[in-house]
């Protein structure tokens, strides 16, 4: 168990690509091996340099375009309320077109209503002024009528005394 514990690191450390046993076991390659794991470190940590900076400005995109979108978005909203702001205009101008029509033709037809009671009038003040003409005719006539029955009513009584005296 104690070598057990004490391979189980070894074997794990060996099983990275950068170590090698033979560095291990030989003095002689240190001198060597240290700027290779400088360069090496170094070289990751460019490596983790450029990830983090690649992961920035792909954030920063991300945040770019969710600006743009967001205010493409505002824009849309803002061109949707005009829209129906100006829909709702037009409609109320069309209500009041409608109106002033309405209105119009109530106007048109109270004007033909006044004329036709204005033509019904003079109809009814001539008819009766025909009336009275012919009642004034019919009574003229009717007095001369009686006036030649009256006439005629005394010739014949004068030519009943006639008769009589004869």
């Known amino acids: 168990m104690k070598l057990f514990k004490f391979l189980l690191p070894l074997l794990l450390v ?5 170590f090698s046993l033979d560095a ?3 003095s002689e390659d240190k001198a060597e091996e ?14 983790v340099d450029q ?25 849309d909203e803002e061109e949707d309320e005009e829209e129906t702001i100006e829909a709702v205009a037009l409609e109320e101008e069309d209500e009041e ?12 037809e109270d004007e ?22 012919d009642e ?4 003229e006539e009717d007095e001369e009528l009686s006036a030649l029955e009256e006439d005629e009513e005394d010739e014949e009584e004068e030519d009943e005394e006639e008769f009589d005296l004869e």
């Open 136 to 139: 004034l005719e019919e009574e």
């Open 51 to 75: 990830e983090e900076e690649s992961d920035d400005e792909e954030e920063e995109e991300e945040e770019d375009e969710l600006e743009s979108l967001e205010e493409e978005e505002d824009e």
């Open 112 to 133: 033909e209503d006044e004329e036709e009671d204005e033509l019904d009038e003079e109809e009814e003040v001539e008819s009766v002024a025909l009336e009275s003409e």
């Open 24 to 26: 291990l076991f030989s």
């Open 34 to 47: 240290l700027p290779a794991e400088e360069s090496a470190v170094e070289e990751l940590d460019e490596e």
């Open 14 to 18: 060996a099983s990275c690509s950068a």
């Open 97 to 108: 077109e409608e109106e002033e029509e309405e209105e119009l033709s109530a106007l048109e």
